[in-house]
């Protein structure tokens, strides 16, 4: 049990340094509406909403410092994401 939580963790750090690695490349990148509409119609409305929440932590997050952008990351993917 200890060996899976461990790699679990793990797991969990590497996705958020990739995406923190990832958050300047994204911060240029503009959702339409359009793109939304055709998330939802695909997945749900819970998706559609996630990615309208990732949007607004990539736009509000360019005068943190780094620790602070990998904690907000840490955070979102542990509220948003079942592992």
Request: proline share 1%.
């Amino acid at each position: 049990m200890f060996v899976y939580q461990s790699h679990q963790r793990l797991l969990g750090l590497i996705i958020s340094l990739c995406i923190f690695i990832s958050l300047p490349l994204l911060a240029d990148l503009s959702i339409t509406e359009e793109l939304l509409d055709k998330i939802e119609a695909k997945y749900n409305k819970f998706s559609r909403q996630r990615v309208t929440l990732w949007q607004e932590l990539v736009s509000t997050s360019d005068n943190l410092t780094d620790i602070e952008k990998l904690e907000l990351v840490n955070k979102f993917f542990n509220s948003n994401v079942l592992f």
